[in-house]
C-alpha cells in the first residue's frame, strides 16, 4: 500500500539545513566570543591601566559589556535556533489517519492520501484510491469531547464550551461529492466512482444513503465490498494518484 502524505510548508529540506547552519554558527560563535574574552588576554588590552582617560574607560566599559553579554546571547539564540527547526519538524510529521494505520492489511492496489487540499481549497482528511476509484474518509473527533443531538452536532473546546460543528457524515458526503467534480473535470469518456464513510467507535451511529458508517477494522471489508470500477484500468488509476500527488 502507498501512502501519499502532504508536504510540510515552511518546512523542506533546504529551511531544515539553513535554520540549523544559522543556528549552529551563533553557538560556536558564542563559545569562540566567550574563549577570547575569557580563555585568553585579548580582552584585558581593552582594560585600561593607570589613569586612563575618557576615551579608554568607554572602550574598556564597552569592551567588558560585549565580553559579558555576546557570549551568552549568541549562545542562547543560537540553541533557541535548532531547537525551533527541529520543533518545527517533528510537528509537522502528519498525524497517522484510520486507512493509513493498515499498511499491513490492505493490498498493494490501494493508495492512500491524508490531508488533500483540493483546487478550491477544501481540505479531504483521507482519501483512498483502488480498483472501485476513490473512497472518502472522515473520522469522528473523539467521543469525549463530542455530543450530538439528532442531526446536530458539537463539539466542546478547551474552555469547556459546546460549539455547533457539521454533521460528519454530510462533511464526508460533501467531500465526496467535491473529490467526483474535481476528478471530472477534464473532459474524458468515463465518470469515477467516489464512495463517502464516517469512520466511528459508536456502531449506533446510523448511516445515511450516500455515507457508510464503519470502524476502523472494517475498512478493509467496506473496501472489498465496492464493486470494481470496469472502466479503470492501471493506467487510469495511475492517473488519479498522478493528480493527488500534484495536490500534496
Known amino acids: 500500500m502507498q501512502v ?18 544559522v543556528g549552529a554558527i551563533l553557538l560556536v560563535g558564542g563559545l569562540s566570543i566567550a574563549w577570547l574574552a575569557f580563555g585568553t588576554p585579548f580582552i584585558q588590552a581593552f582594560t585600561p591601566a593607570g589613569r586612563p582617560g575618557t576615551s579608554q574607560v568607554v572602550v574598556g566599559m564597552l569592551a567588558w559589556a560585549f565580553a559579558l553579554i555576546a557570549p551568552a546571547t ?14 518545527g ?8 489517519t484510520p486507512a493509513s494505520r493498515l499498511n499491513k492489511v490492505l493490498g498493494e492496489d490501494h493508495v492512500v492520501a491524508s490531508r488533500v487540499r483540493l483546487p478550491d481549497g477544501r481540505i479531504v482528511p483521507e482519501m483512498i484510491i483502488g ?25 466542546r473546546t478547551r474552555e469547556g464550551r459546546w460549539l455547533p460543528i457539521t454533521n460528519p457524515l454530510d462533511k464526508a458526503t460533501r467531500d465526496a461529492e467535491r473529490v467526483r ?23 449506533s ?7 457508510a458508517v464503519i470502524g476502523t477494522d472494517q475498512i478493509p471489508a467496506w473496501l472489498a465490498s465496492l464493486p ?21
Do not use: M, N
Open 89 to 96: 519538524v517533528a510537528g509537522a510529521r502528519p498525524r497517522r
Open 74 to 87: 549568541f549562545i542562547i539564540v543560537g540553541v533557541a535556533r535548532i531547537v525551533t527547526v527541529f520543533d
Open 131 to 155: 480498483p472501485f476509484g476513490v473512497a472518502v474518509l472522515e473520522e469522528l473527533p473523539p467521543a469525549k469531547i463530542t455530543r450530538r443531538h439528532g442531526t446536530a452536532w458539537e463539539v
Open 205 to 211: 451511529l446510523p448511516r445515511t444513503a450516500t455515507c
Open 228 to 248: 470494481p470500477q470496469r472502466s479503470l484500468d492501471a493506467s487510469r488509476i495511475q492517473g488519479i494518484v498522478r493528480r493527488v500527488k500534484e495536490l500534496a
Open 4 to 21: 501519499i502524505t502532504p508536504r510540510a510548508p515552511g518546512h523542506d529540506r533546504r529551511a531544515i539545513v539553513v535554520g540549523t547552519l
Open 181 to 203: 467534480a474535481w476528478l471530472g473535470g477534464d473532459e474524458q469518456d468515463y465518470v469515477i466512482k467516489v464512495y463517502a464513510a464516517v469512520v466511528a467507535p459508536d456502531a
